[in-house]
């Protein structure tokens, strides 16, 4: 029913940029915090950006703090991320997840804290 489809991933070089999006379905996106993730191989899955239904909240890792932005457009029930000046270490493949409610409505950054996932898309960033 809850289906996210990410897009925009590629082979890129260092310093360069591209732009991620994830359409989602089968839920009220405009109510969901939606989150960003990565997975590198070898490694865990490691939380990317947040953001909360109306963009009134956002946040990044400080691993890309400076360089990537999180924004959404709910009448497209899209969310996106921006990547600037690219590294090779944020080469992995990247997830948009739908975030659960929260008491606090703060932003999860853990893995199980988001109830659906997509699909995936990879990002390669070569030296």
């Known amino acids: 029913q809850v289906q996210l489809v990410e897009s925009g991933g590629a082979l890129a070089e260092a310093g360069g940029s591209l732009v991620l999006s994830c359409a989602a379905s089968g839920l009220v996106f405009s109510a969901a915090t939606m989150g960003w993730f990565r997975q590198a191989p070898g490694k865990e899955r490691e939380f990317v950006a947040a953001i909360n239904w109306n963009s009134e909240i956002s946040s990044l890792a400080d691993s890309v703090k400076g360089r990537f932005t999180v924004s959404r457009d709910n009448a497209k029930n899209t969310v996106f991320l921006q990547m600037n000046s690219l590294e090779p270490g944020d080469t992995a493949v990247y997830y948009c997840?739908?975030?659960?409610?929260?008491?606090?409505?703060?932003?999860?950054?853990?893995?199980?804290?988001?109830?659906?996932w997509g699909q995936g898309t990879q990002v390669t960033i070569s030296s």
């Open positions: 997840a739908v975030g659960g409610p929260r008491l606090d409505n703060s932003l999860g950054t853990h893995p199980y804290e988001y109830r659906y």
